[in-house]
């Protein structure tokens, strides 16, 4: 094999022939793994300062390194870099333009590391980077549902359950469990961060490496919690991934719930919201359509993300320790978990707090639907009545409602005596929508003077986050 192959080819003087042009193509994952560019030079420069620190690299040698990955990150960022198949991945890429750039002490660089602890530590930076990016958006779109929150403390709209009308609740009340479930969502996430940020550099390629490395710095260097204990695991796991991506499904599964409210409420049948024009589009044919797009993509985005988590699960299931081939295929998958979940986060925060609610709506819905039956009923309880009897009662008053098309707040004192008598002139106090919603008046009731009370422990909560 010629010398000039040689150099072309990874590890190739154990090979007799070049790889196949197709499966060279196929084997690579430049393609996508360019996206971690930056936490690779960043690894591969805290690296270099730890070998110099061992003496295995002097401070000529670590500034050329430092220097030409620099200029290679600014050649990136101005487009001027072109990626090579034959590198194969991100880091081959790199480590050989860097020996173009600076000659021999380029090929210094990947002492005492493997590609494998290489990518396993750029996955963890990058992913830390994104959650970083990811909790701030979170973030935001709680603070746009506490404003609305506050916003609609007092307006009343129907609660459903098995989408039949219950009983009335504030819609600020609505909002805020939203709120609680991305509250979940972020704690999940912060958690899940504390595990990505667990350094497998120093695990070289399964085994660790024969050269004094001093992990605890490199780990310092890049901001580390923690370094891996076992370089087995540290090569292999990708459970963090796993666990992102478990976050992220269970977010978008939120997403979509709360998308399909949006999608109901913005309907001529409930009426209840307005989106902005400009979270909404058209129709080409139908010109009195306006269509709530965005809600309806986030819910089909969920679909996407979940996908994702069943092909990581998939992809570790089966593998023997230590790295395996296999791996590559965890970058498609995490990236575009990651992108999904900021452009959907994206879209939310900046569409929910400029909803419309339409109160009066929302109000004539709550009214329709006996939604005070409830209310009813603890009165005759309060009255001496055993609730089984004043659930009974109560139901008769109902099926007349229905028949004479009244709402129990609008019948006669001298009608509903009828059903019982232990009705009194007060029973209109807790027949009527603000006199039933103010009456659930404790913690996490829907009582508007409970959900300013909630919106004050939500700003306390995102203000210490
Ligand atoms: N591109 C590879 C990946 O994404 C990098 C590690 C390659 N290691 C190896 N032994 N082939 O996983």
């Known amino acids: 094999m010629s010398?000039?192959?040689?150099?072309?080819?990874?590890?190739?003087?154990?090979?007799s022939e070049s790889t196949d042009a197709f499966v060279e193509e196929f084997t690579a994952s430049i393609q996508f793994d360019q996206r971690m560019y930056k936490q690779d030079i960043q690894g591969s420069i805290a690296h270099a300062k730890m070998l110099t620190k061992a003496g295995i690299l002097n401070e000529q040698e670590l500034n050329d390194i430092i220097q030409g990955l620099t200029q290679i990150q600014a050649d990136i960022e101005v487009g001027k870099v072109e990626w090579s198949i034959k590198?194969?991945?991100?880091?081959?890429?790199?480590?050989?333009?860097?020996?173009?750039?600076i000659g021999i002490t380029g090929k210094?660089?990947?002492?005492?590391?493997?590609?494998?602890?290489?990518?396993?530590?750029?996955?963890?930076?990058?992913?830390?980077?994104?959650?970083?990016?990811?909790?701030?958006?979170?973030?935001?779109?709680?603070?746009?549902?506490?404003?609305?929150?506050?916003?609609?403390?007092?307006?009343?709209?129907?609660?459903?359950?098995?989408?039949?009308?219950?009983?009335?609740?504030?819609?600020?009340?609505?909002?805020?469990?939203?709120f609680e479930m991305l509250k979940?969502?972020?704690?999940?996430?912060?958690?899940?961060?504390?595990?990505?940020?667990?350094?497998?550099?120093?695990s070289a390629a399964l085994a660790g490496t024969t050269y004094p490395i001093d992990r605890t710095?490199?780990?310092?260097?890049?901001?580390?919690?923690?370094?891996?204990?076992?370089?087995?695991?540290?090569?292999?796991?990708?459970?963090?991934?796993?666990?992102?991506?478990?976050?992220?499904?269970?977010?978008?599964?939120?997403?979509?719930?709360?998308?399909?409210?949006?999608?109901?409420?913005?309907?001529?049948?409930?009426?209840?919201?307005?989106?902005?024009?400009?979270?909404?589009?058209?129709?080409?044919?139908?010109?009195?359509?306006?269509?709530?797009?965005?809600?309806?993509?986030?819910?089909?985005?969920?679909?996407?993300?979940?996908g994702h988590l069943m092909s990581l699960l998939t992809l570790m299931k089966s593998q023997p320790l230590a790295y395996n081939k296999d791996n590559q295929e965890d970058k498609e998958p995490l990236f575009d978990t990651v992108d999904t979940v900021k452009g959907c986060l994206r879209a939310f925060a900046d569409m929910v707090p400029a909803m419309i609610v339409k109160r009066e709506m929302t109000y004539e819905a709550a009214k329709r639907g006996f939604s005070t039956a409830t209310d009813l009923a603890d009165y005759l309880v309060g009255k001496g009545l055993p609730f089984r009897d004043s659930h009974e009662v109560v139901g008769l008053a109902v099926a007349h409602?229905?028949?004479?098309?009244?709402?129990?707040?609008?019948?006669?004192?001298?009608?509903?005596?009828?059903?019982?008598?232990?009705?009194?002139?007060?029973?209109?106090?807790?027949?009527?929508?603000?006199?039933?919603?103010?009456?659930?008046?404790?913690?996490?009731?829907t009582a508007p003077v409970q959900v300013r009370a909630a919106v004050q422990r939500a700003r306390n909560w995102l203000n210490e986050l």
């Not at 010398?3 to 090979?15: I, Y």
């Not at 590198?87 to 750039?101: F, K, P, V, Y």
């Not at 009194?424 to 009456?439: H, K, M, N, P, Q």
Request: hydrophobic share 35%; aromatic share 8%; proline share 3%.
């Open 3 to 15: 010398n000039q192959h040689n150099q072309e080819k990874l590890s190739s003087a154990r090979f």
């Open 87 to 101: 590198q194969e991945d991100i880091h081959m890429n790199i480590e050989s333009r860097l020996t173009d750039l």
């Open 108 to 178: 210094k660089l990947h002492t005492g590391r493997s590609r494998n602890d290489q990518v396993a530590t750029d996955i963890r930076l990058y992913l830390r980077d994104e959650i970083d990016v990811i909790l701030p958006e979170l973030k935001r779109l709680q603070s746009g549902l506490v404003e609305l929150a506050e916003r609609e403390a007092d307006t009343i709209m129907p609660g459903f359950t098995h989408l039949q009308t219950a009983q009335p609740v504030t819609f600020g009340h609505h909002m805020l469990a939203w």
């Open 184 to 202: 979940r969502d972020v704690e999940r996430l912060q958690d899940c961060r504390k595990r990505v940020n667990t350094m497998p550099l120093g």
């Open 217 to 306: 710095y490199t780990a310092e260097l890049l901001g580390f919690d923690r370094i891996s204990e076992n370089s087995l695991d540290g090569v292999s796991d990708r459970d963090f991934a796993i666990e992102f991506t478990g976050f992220a499904a269970t977010l978008l599964m939120h997403l979509s719930r709360f998308s399909e409210e949006l999608v109901l409420w913005s309907s001529a049948q409930f009426q209840f919201i307005d989106l902005p024009d400009r979270f909404c589009t058209g129709s080409s044919i139908m010109p009195q359509k306006k269509n709530p797009d965005v809600p309806e993509l986030v819910r089909g985005k969920s679909g996407r993300v979940y």
């Open 401 to 445: 409602g229905i028949q004479s098309g009244q709402d129990l707040s609008e019948m006669s004192l001298q009608t509903l005596q009828d059903f019982c008598d232990k009705i009194e002139e007060d029973v209109f106090e807790v027949l009527t929508l603000e006199g039933s919603v103010a009456a659930r008046n404790h913690l996490g009731g």
